[in-house]
């Protein structure tokens, strides 16, 4: 079965880090790119990073760009987000999603993990 | 950043009943489109990528047309497990991708 798995969401003050972890089994991981989604409570969906398969290739939302990092080990399955300075508006749920090459250079996303939670707050 | 939007906000429905839902992006982005659907408590699921190609186990009722900026997502005969949020996302430009403001399908 097709699983992503968050981990590492917590309460965090204003100008704090967190590291969210994403752990990915029954798909070849290294065969994908891999983004992060988060959430408002009762808000839309915000995309937030993506990195390639091999992690050539990276991009970030506007909001985040500067404060957050993308990584991924192939060898151990996983996807990673330092969040660094957070803000209270970086409270959210925050999705991670296997993102599946379309045509040419686009891709969208096929799997999604249950999400887990971060809150920043003092 | 392509903006898209997405109407009606809330889009009241009886069961058995065809839904449809709009989403119009503030630019093209050809035919790179998905749509997404969302319970309480639970994570977007994808229903059509490419405007109008179902994922993978998605029901036939579900439909997606469109390109450039108009899209539609048709749900033929709504069904109790349908009512939820729907989502359109743009993957044409990046960064960012973007999502709409979502639909909600609620129970006439």
């Known amino acids: 079965e097709v699983q992503l798995v968050e981990s590492g969401g917590g309460v965090v003050r204003p100008g704090g880090s967190l590291r969210l972890s994403c752990a990915a089994s029954g798909f070849t991981f290294d065969d994908y790119g891999m983004s992060w989604v988060r959430q408002v409570t009762g808000k839309g969906l915000e995309w937030v990073s993506y990195?390639?398969?091999?992690?050539?290739?990276?991009g970030y939302a506007d909001s985040v760009k500067g404060r957050f990092t993308i990584s991924r080990d192939n060898a151990k399955n996983s996807l990673y987000l330092q969040m660094n300075s957070l803000r209270a508006e970086d409270t959210a749920l925050y999705y991670c999603?296997?993102?599946?090459?379309?045509?040419?250079?686009?891709?969208?996303?096929?799997?999604w993990g249950k999400g887990t939670t971060v809150t920043v707050s003092s | 950043e392509i903006v898209l939007t997405q109407s009606p906000a809330t889009l009241p429905v009886s069961p058995g009943e065809r839904a449809t839902l709009s989403c119009r992006a503030s630019?093209?982005?050809?035919?790179?489109l998905a749509w997404y659907q969302q319970k309480p408590g639970q994570a977007p699921r994808l229903l059509i990528y490419?405007?109008?190609t179902r994922a993978t186990g998605i029901p036939a009722r579900f439909s997606g047309s469109g390109s450039g900026t108009e899209f539609t997502l048709t749900i033929s005969s709504l069904q109790s497990e349908d009512f939820a949020v729907y989502y359109c996302?743009?993957?044409?430009?990046?960064?960012?991708?973007?999502f709409g403001q979502g639909t909600k399908v609620e129970i006439k």
């Open positions: 990195i390639g398969w091999h992690g050539g290739r990276i």
């Open positions: 490419g405007a109008s």
């Open positions: 630019q093209s982005v050809s035919s790179s």
């Open positions: 999603a296997r993102s599946m090459r379309d045509w040419g250079d686009h891709y969208y996303m096929d799997v």
């Open positions: 996302q743009q993957y044409n430009n990046w960064p960012p991708w973007t």
